[in-house]
């Protein structure tokens, strides 16, 4: 069993940046891939970022460029560095950990319990 605790959510004015973390407590963490997803009120889970064992990235097109998704394997830690914010980003992120990488979320077999990001304008 993974678990997965979010961190680093916030209210941020558009424009700004924040970083999320994503702390696991396997120390297998660096077998697996780890996604970030989010969902917005009434709206579905929206992929965001993977992040393979060997750090390798994928990004959606609507935060390529914008987003920076890294890990720490000693720390346990996956980072996702967000920046140039928009009211549009606004959503609860989630963490997610799994043995594919993979835009489906269902894929994913370890899930955070989701940090809050609020872009104002």
């Known amino acids: 069993q993974v678990q997965l605790v979010e961190s680093g959510g916030g209210l941020v004015q558009a424009g700004g940046s924040l970083t999320l973390s994503c702390a696991a407590s396997?120390?297998?963490?660096?077998?697996?891939?780890v996604a970030w997803f989010r969902q917005a009120p009434g709206q579905d889970r929206e992929f965001v970022s993977f992040?393979?064992?060997?750090?390798?990235?994928y990004y959606s097109d609507r935060v390529k460029g914008r987003f920076t998704t890294s890990r720490d394997n000693s720390k346990k830690t996956v980072y996702v560095h967000m920046s140039d914010l928009q009211p549009w980003d606004t959503a609860v992120y989630y963490c997610?950990?799994?043995?594919?990488?993979?835009?489906?979320?269902?894929?994913?077999?370890?899930w955070g319990q989701g940090t809050q990001v609020t872009v104002s304008s």
């Open positions: 997610a950990a799994g043995r594919v990488g993979t835009t489906s979320a269902g894929k994913y077999e370890y």
């Open positions: 396997t120390t297998t963490f660096g077998i697996y891939f």
């Open positions: 992040i393979s064992d060997s750090a390798s990235t």
